[in-house]
């Protein structure tokens, strides 16, 4: 029986295209993650349910959920919230206002969805 037989180039161009394949799976597991850690930030309320907008489909089958409404409380940074816009490209995102009445004077508790 014979060995298969490879050229160099053929070898570079296969682990080539895995290395940017597992680099791209691996990105996107990042962003699942990140997604998952902003919902715990003090300040970041949000509700399960329909979105508006759909989940990319890598994201659902490395097992993100939907998020249909997250509520930001005043005292959480721009930055957080810039994140939040990016990381859940499906959901309604809203600032609370401080005039809110609704809004617990306390950041750092999550407040409840409407």
């Known amino acids: 029986m014979r060995r298969m ?3 160099l180039k053929a070898v570079f161009v296969v682990v080539t295209l895995a290395g940017v394949a597992l680099a791209w799976v ?3 597991f990042r962003c699942v993650r990140e997604r998952e850690a902003l919902l715990g930030t003090p300040g970041v309320a949000f509700s399960v349910g329909p979105a508006p907008r759909s989940l990319p ?4 089958l490395l097992g993100a959920k939907p998020i249909g409404e997250i509520r930001v ?3 959480v940074s721009g930055e957080i919230y810039f994140r939040l816009m990016a990381a859940f490209p499906e959901s309604q995102i809203y600032r609370e206002t401080r ?3 609704a809004a617990p004077a306390n ?3 999550n407040f409840p969805t409407r």
């Open 5 to 7: 037989r490879f050229s």
């Open 26 to 28: 691996g990105w996107q």
């Open 57 to 60: 489909q890598a994201w659902a």
């Open 73 to 75: 409380h005043p005292a």
């Open 99 to 101: 005039d809110d009445p």
């Open 107 to 109: 950041p750092t508790h």
